[in-house]
């Protein structure tokens, strides 16, 4: 492991405050100008950095984390009560150690996928009610709390990307995220020998949307692979790292590359980790922004896929892309005829 620099620590809370309009002063507009300029500076360097002053209470924290930490310690049993099986098409629900494979092999993590609370008939794949343990009572009402805290920062720190790209500070929100795609996980990687230098907590990959807010607990396992080499990314009290996905990349022309990351919990402990997705509308497509120069070539992506080659919705490329990580339930979301998952 490449020992290489930190990663930078960003201040949002000029973005999640009161912001540039009447009555705000010239202060809010240049103190939100000074955060973009430091979110560009780590886009563009590894799109990797971490954030404080998100304003997300530290009591709902705990609260997720503790909830959190007594659903995965249930009986096996207890916890497929609410196995992803019984989510169908809404992919939402428990999944065992081994259940996910994110570079084609198992992944030694176990989890719980969490949306938007929906209706069971919409007609979505990857959208529908959510399911909640009986057993953790207060599991439920923590999450739809903190993906309701986490909306706001993933909106807040679209504000930072806009003005860093030199665009209106709501222009994400003005459309690819006016109604976003916000999807949320819980994973507990318990801590195995790992015998097999090829297993990996979660195998290298790219997220998929615009940012991913991941809340770590006090155990370090992520790695992210920078220009400079593979470094980690430990947890710091008070901080959510975020990075950007596919979406973003592809919206910048290649500017702002997603960046390949991997999770190994060598710590001998267990590692609780908490990642939001804050992603493009479903029905959004995603060509480059038309204020930005079109670029060519650039480094070829760590799996070869030319994002730029991809033409549908966002709802298009989420989908295939899980039916990549999942398999058995891939037949269920995607429909026989959907070509996405060939170009994804
Ligand atoms: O668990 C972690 O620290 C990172 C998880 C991750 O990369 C993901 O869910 O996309
Ligand atoms: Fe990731």
């Not at 973005?15 to 240049?30: K, Y």
């Not at 009591?59 to 019984?86: G, N």
């Not at 991941?214 to 947890?235: C, Y």
């Amino acid at each position: 492991m490449n020992a290489a620099g930190p990663l930078p620590v960003i201040d949002v809370s000029a973005l999640t405050g009161p912001g540039t309009g009447p009555g705000n002063g010239p202060e809010a507009g240049h103190a939100r100008a000074e955060v973009a300029r430091r979110i560009e500076a780590a886009c563009l360097d590894s799109g990797f950095f971490y954030i404080t002053g998100h304003g997300v209470p530290q009591a709902l924290i705990s609260e997720l984390r503790d909830a959190a930490d007594r659903f995965f310690r249930l009986p096996e049993e207890h916890k497929s009560r609410i196995s992803m099986d019984r989510g169908g098409r809404a992919w939402r629900g428990y999944f065992p150690v081994g259940g996910e494979l994110t570079s084609g092999r198992p992944d030694l993590k176990e989890g719980l996928y969490f949306g938007a609370e929906l209706e069971p008939d919409d007609p979505r794949p990857l959208h529908g009610p959510n399911l909640f343990p009986e057993e953790v009572p207060e599991l439920g009402p923590a999450v739809l709390a903190y993906m309701d805290a986490l909306t706001h920062v993933g909106q807040a720190v679209m504000r930072g990307v806009a003005l860093s790209l030199g665009l209106d500070e709501d222009y994400f929100a003005a459309g690819y995220t006016a109604t976003p795609t916000t999807l949320f996980r819980i994973f507990h990687y318990p801590s195995p020998p790992y015998a097999d230098p090829e297993e990996w907590g979660v195998g290298e990959h790219t997220d998929y949307g615009l940012l991913t807010l991941l809340l770590q607990d006090d155990n370090p396992g992520l790695q992210v692979h920078t220009s400079r080499g593979w470094i980690e990314a430990p947890p710091i009290p008070g901080t959510l790292v975020c990075n950007i996905g596919d979406m973003l990349d592809k919206l910048t022309g290649g500017l702002y590359r997603s960046t390949p990351h991997r999770v190994r919990n060598a710590t001998g402990r267990s590692r609780l980790s908490f990642p939001f997705f804050f992603d493009p509308g479903w029905d959004c497509e995603v060509p480059p922004l038309p204020s930005l120069p079109a670029r060519e070539g650039g480094r070829p992506r760590w799996d070869g896929l030319d994002l730029r080659a991809f033409t549908g919705t966002y709802g298009d490329y989420l989908t295939a892309k899980v039916a990549k990580v999942f398999p058995g339930l891939g037949c269920r979301v995607l429909p026989p005829s959907s070509g996405a998952r060939e170009n994804v």
